[in-house]
């Protein structure tokens, strides 16, 4: 059975950091891409990383470059976001989802962005509070 499992959220005052880690069971990420989404109340799903298990090349969106850093560790078969310099709107729900490795590669050269119905699997979600 394939599980993803979140987990590091909480909350922070603007400025701040977490590291979000998914933990991925189920399959060995070896060829397929891992992306970080969140969704704030009343607003769609975005895609905000992702990490493509193929040649590791990364993809972040324009809103979180420079602050946020994906990562993996294959022996934990975990994937971490490193978020910096938080901002109160990023305040959501942060999933972490799996899909063909192709999907991020593709975000990861440019050719498309994240796109939700593309990742098969999902995590149930952390919380993301982020204070002024």
Same mark, same amino acid.
């Given at each position: !059975?394939? @599980?993803?499992? /979140?987990? %590091?959220?909480? +909350?922070?005052?603007?400025? %701040? +950091?977490?590291?979000? &880690?998914? *933990?991925?069971?189920?399959?060995?990420?070896?060829?397929? %891409?891992?992306? #970080?989404?969140? @969704? *704030?109340?009343?607003? /769609?799903? /975005?895609?905000?990383?992702?990490?493509?298990?193929?040649?590791?090349?990364?993809?972040?969106?324009? +809103?979180?470059?420079?602050?946020?850093?994906? &990562?993996?560790?294959?022996?934990?078969?975990?994937?971490?976001?490193?978020?910096?310099?938080?901002?109160? !709107? /990023?305040? $959501?729900?942060?999933?972490? $989802?799996? $899909?063909?490795? +192709? =999907?991020?590669?593709?975000?990861? @050269?440019?050719?498309?962005?994240?796109?939700?119905? !593309?990742?098969?699997? #999902? %995590? @149930?979600?952390?919380?993301?509070?982020? &204070? =002024?």
């Amino acid at each position: !059975e394939v @599980q993803l499992v /979140e987990s %590091g959220g909480g +909350s922070v005052q603007a400025g %701040g +950091s977490l590291r979000l &880690s998914c *933990a991925v069971a189920g399959f060995t990420f070896d060829n397929v %891409g891992i992306g #970080w989404f969140r @969704q *704030a109340p009343g607003k /769609e799903r /975005e895609g905000v990383s992702c990490i493509s298990r193929s040649d590791g090349t990364t993809y972040y969106a324009d +809103s979180v470059k420079g602050r946020f850093t994906i &990562s993996s560790d294959a022996a934990k078969n975990t994937i971490y976001l490193q978020m910096n310099s938080l901002k109160p !709107e /990023e305040t $959501a729900i942060y999933y972490c $989802a799996a $899909a063909p490795d +192709s =999907s991020c590669a593709a975000a990861a @050269q440019g050719m498309a962005i994240m796109r939700s119905f !593309e990742y098969d699997y #999902w %995590g @149930q979600g952390t919380q993301v509070a982020v &204070s =002024s």
